[in-house]
């Protein structure tokens, strides 16, 4: 069964820092490209960062550019989101992509 697990996602205050990750099972993750989309309320899901099948290539979302860092571990077939300088536009449903599966989102709110 192909499944995508997302973890990390929390309340932080605006600045704070958070981790996400994303755990697959099922299939051959080491040999897809993996994503991080978000959805806020009102709002469409929009693509946040992708990861090339090694990790050395990485695309990012103009308004997280130099805040957010996406890499993978293949040996664990895990995939993060390191977010920084978290702003309150920030807050989000964030899911994790890859092999045309969904996850089911990990929330992350940022509030002061």
């Known amino acids: 069964q192909v499944q995508l697990v997302e973890s990390g996602g929390g309340l932080v205050q605006p600045g704070g820092s958070l981790r996400l990750s994303c755990v697959a099972s099922?299939?051959?993750?080491?040999?897809?490209?993996m994503s991080w989309y978000r959805q806020a309320p009102g709002k469409e899901r929009e693509l946040v960062a992708a990861?090339?099948?090694?990790?050395?290539?990485?695309n990012y979302a103009d308004s997280v550019k130099g805040r957010f860092t996406i890499s993978r571990d293949n040996a664990k077939n895990t995939v993060f989101l390191q977010m920084n300088s978290l702003k309150l536009e920030d807050t989000a449903v964030y899911y994790c992509?890859?092999?045309?599966?969904w996850g089911q989102g990990t929330q992350v709110t940022v509030s002061s």
């Open positions: 990861v090339n099948t090694v990790g050395d290539r990485m």
């Open positions: 099922g299939f051959g993750f080491s040999h897809y490209a």
């Open positions: 992509r890859g092999f045309g599966v």
